[in-house]
């Protein structure tokens, strides 16, 4: 009775009662992020706050001085994006390509205003490798999981550093990534519970190594792209900065690029983060130098020697590299694969440099060697994801799946999966009476000449709502959800059509994804897929043994007489959250689903998703997910119905 009167009281008053008990506000800005970049260990929980602002800006701008005249020092002003040495518009983070790098400890409280004073836009960023398990309203999928940021204000992101491992953050908003808004972002823990510690010595924050790609305009003149010209980036980057080589004379431009310091004979953890939006797979190299594979995404593996480290859009590999040798500098490069290999030639850079106690500061400081020619071969006889792998058990060309995990999960291997899809894609060529006809305005990209071509999964592409489900679900009319088996009217007889593609998961399933390349319009591309809210087990990829390409047909066929074939070894397959499709070939995934929310699943590659090469899966019912705060922000459409003005 008492308590009765007390909550009336209190509903009386206006009085706001904070449902938990245990839990208090912080200040949050009194705690800058950068101080929570140091070495984890046990009972040391920190807030960790970041000011994040978004801007138009420029590369090669004022800030550079004489950076371009070849003054050195001018290029490492703190607001000095260098690229490729190319005079350009960028969309920035604090003024900085990449944005500031994110160290934190496992167990912390990450706080990021993100502040979008870029004029025009619609912001939202993502923390690729975080499964938002406590706050799903935090992945920051615009139309997903929240309404993109407006132009003049700020959204908060906060959420707690759950799974340790190397992450990046990056917009999920329009081409912003593209323009520059990416970042690093790592998550350590105490050093017991490091399986691979052994493996080295020193796990430095100044160690990733971040691809990115670099064109010489906005990322808005490639999609839906030009007539005249291939989609595909001019140069490729090691943390912001690379080299451009001339198409047409291969002459290389000559810029400062990043540089990394080791000790003879000591052992360092490198981590490698994709942020490339091109369709172009790459591979790393380090002159004179073997990986050892430690970790792929935010999953420890046991140890792999390899030269050629194979990493495709949204994934993420952590290596050992020892440096054995007693001084010296050694290019890393990083190469474009097939199809972006072969039409247009381009190499990224940095620099490995050796330091003893008896170099002096100007020795430190050296000049860097002038940059190798396009065709200098490197050792590339031990490779990991490699596009020409095929994944049959070859010795020294290994899949993904043939990693070996630390982490051992057999009921989830070997159990039969409450829930199996088949989820093929592919991209239509459009004809352009199509694309073109009045009052149609869907989407599509060029792809050279007058070839424009539309993506989809299941032969549905994806567009989103206007509100997004994971908060606004009551704005949106049930019906304008569709999956394989229930396609809206206007599809009839069509066998690609647009809509809000969800692929609905009971909570607590176990889910087997088998994804298939049907495409014939995209050769030699291996799509990366990421699933975000998750990680998944690799436990089978590969292209058909007697390369037939690959439909959705034939692997249902194949899994109904003994089954498209797995190859993981030792019972442990790896945990991944972004993994290649090989082309015109299938990869086999396995999850428990057992993080209610509505999860973006797409292709990493940026202009596929804009033509619709995705799903938005939702997992659970709306009741068995998390409420996201009250005053969450909110987006909808406005149609009134409106009355004639006397
Ligand atoms: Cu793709």
Not at 87 to 96: A, T
Not at 249 to 265: A, C, D, H, M, Y
Not at 502 to 522: F, M
Not at 612 to 636: R, T, W
Request: overall charge neutral.
């Amino acid at each position: 009775m008492l308590k009765i009167f007390g909550v009336a009281l209190c509903l009386l008053l206006g009085i706001q009662v904070i449902a938990a008990k245990t839990e208090k506000y912080v200040n949050v800005t009194a705690n800058p992020g950068e101080l929570c970049n140091r070495e984890c260990v046990e009972n040391d929980r920190r807030v960790c706050y970041f000011n994040f602002v978004l801007e138009h800006y420029h590369a090669m701008g004022s800030a550079c001085k004489s950076c371009g005249q070849g003054v050195v020092e001018d290029c490492d002003h703190h607001q000095c994006i260098v690229g490729d040495g190319t005079e350009k518009g960028v969309m920035s983070i604090n003024r900085m390509i990449p944005g500031p790098a994110i160290h934190v400890c496992k167990e912390d409280m990450i706080i990021i205003d993100v502040v979008n004073n870029a004029h025009g836009t619609a912001a939202a960023l993502h923390w690729h490798g975080m499964h938002m398990r406590k706050t799903p309203h935090m992945d920051g999928v615009p139309y997903t999981t929240q309404c993109p940021i407006p132009f003049a204000s700020t959204f908060r992101y906060a959420f707690e550093a759950t799974e340790p491992g190397t992450k990046f953050y990056h917009s999920h908003s329009g081409h912003h990534k593209s323009n520059g808004q990416y970042g690093a972002f790592v998550i350590r823990e105490p050093k017991h519970l490091i399986p691979n510690l052994k493996e080295y010595d020193y796990d430095l924050p100044e160690h990733y190594i971040l691809l990115s790609d670099w064109n010489h305009g906005y990322a808005e003149n490639i999609y839906p792209g030009l007539v005249s010209s291939l989609t595909l980036p001019e140069s490729l980057l090691i943390n912001g900065r690379g080299a451009f080589i001339d198409p047409n004379t291969l002459q290389i431009r000559n810029v400062p690029v990043s540089k990394f310091f080791v000790e003879p004979g000591k052992r360092y953890r490198f981590r490698v983060i994709n942020s490339i939006s091109h369709n172009c797979a790459v591979q790393l190299q380090i002159e004179g130098h073997k990986m050892t594979v430690i970790a792929s995404d935010s999953s420890n593996v046991r140890p792999m020697d390899i030269n050629t480290l194979g990493i495709n859009s949204g994934e993420r590999y952590d290596f050992v590299l020892t440096a054995n040798h007693t001084k010296g500098d050694f290019w890393m490069r990083v190469s474009p694969k097939s199809p972006c290999a072969e039409k247009n030639p381009m190499d990224g850079f940095s620099l490995l440099r050796y330091k003893t106690d008896k170099m002096t500061a100007d020795e430190l400081k050296a000049p860097q060697p002038p940059f190798p020619s396009l065709n200098t071969t490197y050792p590339s006889d031990i490779r990991l994801n490699d596009p020409t792998a095929t994944c049959l058990g070859e010795s020294t060309n290994y899949c993904v799946s043939e990693l070996t995990a630390i982490d051992a999960d057999e009921d989830l291997l070997f159990r039969t999966p409450d829930q199996k899809f088949f989820l093929s894609f592919d991209a239509y060529v459009q004809k352009n009476e199509d694309i073109f006809r009045p009052g149609h305005f869907g989407h599509f990209m060029n792809l050279i000449d007058n070839i424009t071509s539309v993506a989809a999964i299941n032969g549905i592409s994806l567009v989103f709502p206007a509100s997004p489900p994971l908060t606004q679900l009551k704005e949106i009319d049930e019906s304008e959800f569709c999956d394989v088996n229930k396609k809206p009217k206007k599809c009839d007889g069509k066998a690609m059509c647009t809509c809000i593609h969800r692929l609905k998961i009971k909570k607590g399933s176990i889910v087997e994804l088998i994804i298939v390349d049907e495409s014939t319009n995209l050769e030699g591309n291996h799509h990366p897929f990421h699933l975000h809210g998750y990680d998944f087990m690799v436990t089978g990829m590969g292209q058909h043994p007697e390369g037939i390409p690959m439909t959705v047909d034939l692997a249902k066929k194949m899994e109904r007489s003994g089954g498209l074939p797995r190859n993981y070894s030792n019972k442990r397959p790896p945990f991944k959250d972004t993994v290649s499709i090989p082309g015109r070939g299938y990869t086999i995934l396995r999850f428990r689903a057992n993080n209610p929310g509505f999860w973006l699943m797409h292709c990493h590659y940026e202009w596929h998703l804009s033509v619709g090469m995705g799903l938005i899966v939702q997992v659970g019912e709306v009741k068995q997910m998390i409420a996201p705060p009250k005053n969450f922000p909110k987006c909808s459409n406005y149609v009134p119905k409106v009355k004639m003005i006397k």
